[in-house]
Structures are given as structure tokens and as C-alpha cells.
């Protein structure tokens, strides 16, 4: 049988989120979600942003069978089955079939693996979104390599104790890196406990 888990965080932060993401998605189009976890977030969003199309994604199947089983508790026409999705893999972008892509949406994962995450996180935004088209962040960062509160300080440690290659990111390298691959920093929004959102937008290419 189909497991549902479940993340408490979720339901703490998924009102802050809700209300950005209502700002800044483009009105109609695919959100396709990277890292989606138990699917908490997914089941919550996708009804709330239609007529958006919500495309979770995932790498553990453990937490595929979650989202589904989310899923079929809240059913939605606009919530499809989640992609298995790694952003480690090369060219894990090709995957994506949906043609009318307008926002690729992950929320903490970027502190919570190595940095090669983020830019093959970058890599498949810049491959899959139009111009105009939005990467929306969510978590915690550093700010010109300082800690934005004392709790982010031992959060990291215990981040870095688990794995090295994992840790709290600075915001300007994770900026500097969207450079790179298209990605104009559009907005940073300060968020409950200590969390920032970090909105970019795909510009026209240049290279
Ligand atoms: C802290 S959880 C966040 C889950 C969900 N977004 C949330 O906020 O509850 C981090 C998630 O990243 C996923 N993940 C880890 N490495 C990944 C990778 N390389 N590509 C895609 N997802 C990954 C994990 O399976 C896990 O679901």
C-alpha cells in the first residue's frame, strides 16, 4: 500500500510560500516542483494556484509513493504524477516532456545536497524555461558569507556533520551561478524563520 509521509515544516511554511508564489508564477503554464519530498506542499499548491498545472518530481521513491499517495487523498485536475527526477543526473532535463513549462519551483534542497544540486538545478532551468520564465528558491542562505541568525549557524554545522558537500548556502554564489545559465536575479524576500525566497527569471540568451 501507498504511504503517505509526512514533513511538519510544510504546513508551517507553505501559507509564506503560497502567498510569493501567487505573485511571481506566470498566470497560466506548468509549475514543474524539483525535490518535492512527501508531496505535502504539491497536494497544497496545485489547487490553490490553478489553472497553473502543478508537475511534482522526486529521486526517492519512497517519497514518490508519498506524493502519490498524497495525491489520491486530494485529488487534482491540475496535480500530475510525480517525475523521478535527480538533478545530479546529466541532461536529467530531457525528462521533462511539457512543452509549456513556465516556472521550475524548489523549495529546500539546495543547502540540503552538494553544490553540483544547484547547478544542475540551473543547468535544467536554463534548458526548460522560455524567457520570462521563473526559478523560484526557498530556504536558508548566507548573506556575503555570514549567517543571517544564530540558528542557521548550527543548523549548517549539523548540515556539514551529516555530509561535507552539504551546507548552507551563500546567496551570492547562488546568484552568480544563475548568471551563468540565463537566470536574472529578480527578487529576494525575507521569510519566517530565517528563510529567504529567491526569485530569478530566465532572460533571452546570450551565449
Ligand atoms: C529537505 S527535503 C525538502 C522536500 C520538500 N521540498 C519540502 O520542502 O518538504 C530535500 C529533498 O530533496 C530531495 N533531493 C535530494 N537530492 C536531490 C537531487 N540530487 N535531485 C532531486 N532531489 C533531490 C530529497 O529526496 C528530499 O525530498
Redesign the pocket.
Known amino acids: 500500500m501507498r504511504e503517505k509521509q509526512f514533513?511538519p515544516?510544510?504546513e508551517r511554511?507553505r501559507e509564506p510560500i503560497l502567498a510569493v508564489l501567487k505573485q511571481i508564477l506566470p498566470p497560466t503554464g506548468t509549475v514543474l516542483?524539483?525535490?518535492?519530498?512527501?508531496g505535502?506542499?504539491a497536494v497544497y499548491f496545485a489547487p490553490r494556484l490553478s489553472p497553473r498545472h502543478w508537475l511534482p518530481?522526486?529521486?526517492?521513491p519512497i517519497?514518490q509513493e508519498s506524493i502519490l499517495a498524497w495525491r489520491e487523498e486530494f485529488p487534482s485536475d491540475v496535480l500530475s504524477p510525480p517525475l523521478d527526477?535527480?538533478?545530479?543526473?546529466e541532461n536529467?532535463w530531457e525528462k521533462v516532456k511539457h512543452q509549456d513549462l513556465c516556472a521550475v519551483v524548489?523549495?529546500?534542497?539546495i543547502h540540503?545536497?552538494p553544490w553540483a544540486?544547484c547547478e544542475?538545478?540551473m543547468k535544467g532551468a536554463e534548458a526548460l524555461l522560455p524567457q520570462g520564465g521563473i526559478l523560484y528558491l526557498?530556504g536558508p542562505f548566507k548573506q556575503q558569507g555570514v549567517h543571517t541568525s544564530e540558528s542557521n549557524v548550527s543548523f549548517d554545522e549539523s548540515l556539514q556533520q551529516q555530509n561535507p558537500e552539504w551546507g548552507v548556502r551563500n546567496l551570492e554564489d547562488v546568484v552568480s551561478l544563475g548568471k551563468v545559465h540565463q537566470l536574472e536575479l529578480q527578487d529576494v524576500i525575507a521569510m519566517p524563520a530565517n528563510n529567504f525566497s529567491v526569485v530569478f527569471r530566465r532572460g533571452i540568451n546570450n551565449k
Do not use: F, K, Q, R
Open positions: 514533513a515544516a510544510t511554511n516542483e524539483i525535490a518535492s519530498g512527501t505535502e506542499h518530481s522526486e529521486t526517492n517519497l527526477l535527480d538533478v545530479m543526473d536529467w524548489c523549495i529546500n534542497l540540503i545536497a544540486a544542475g538545478l526557498y
